[in-house]
């Protein structure tokens, strides 16, 4: 299993929040360690490179949702509905990626309505999920290539 990055601060998700209060808390399901972790059948220079490989590359996921789900997945769409789907910052330290296309809560986004994707349930997701980042310093949001490579 890959350690955390050094800059990961433990930071979870709505943490300037107050529970129970500011949102409606839910049980987690555990960001590592939930599964066995998949094992490739890689020697010792193969496992080296790879290693090597993610370490230096640029790593990107074209199209992630990183969010965290309630350890009762049951209770997920009350989730949704609460509006604050939390982000999985430890996951994203231990994956080796460089940077994630959030795509955030997709056609998931009922906050205010049955349907999804009406301009409140977008805007809420938004707004819920750049302030959240903006609390934490280990996760940024990117706007150009540079921003990537940094």
């Keep these: 299993m890959q350690s955390p990055s050094p800059r990961y601060t433990g930071y979870k998700s709505f943490d300037y929040l107050e529970p129970r209060r500011d949102y409606r808390e839910f049980e987690l399901a555990a960001e590592v360690g939930r599964v066995p972790a998949y094992q490739l059948d890689l020697g010792d220079a193969e496992r080296e490179r790879a290693s090597w490989l993610l370490a230096e590359s640029i790593v990107i996921s074209l199209h992630d ?86």
């Design 65 to 150: 949702h990183p969010i965290v789900f309630p350890d009762d997945i049951a209770q997920a769409p009350e989730m949704v509905r609460a509006g604050r789907e939390p982000t999985g910052f430890e996951g994203l330290a231990r994956s080796g990626l460089t940077a994630v296309f959030d795509n955030f809560m997709d056609g998931a986004s009922c906050i205010t309505s049955q349907s999804g994707w009406k301009w409140d349930d977008v805007l809420l997701d938004l707004g819920h999920r750049l302030c959240d980042l903006a609390h934490q310093d280990f996760v940024f949001r990117v706007e150009r290539v540079a921003d990537v490579r940094r």
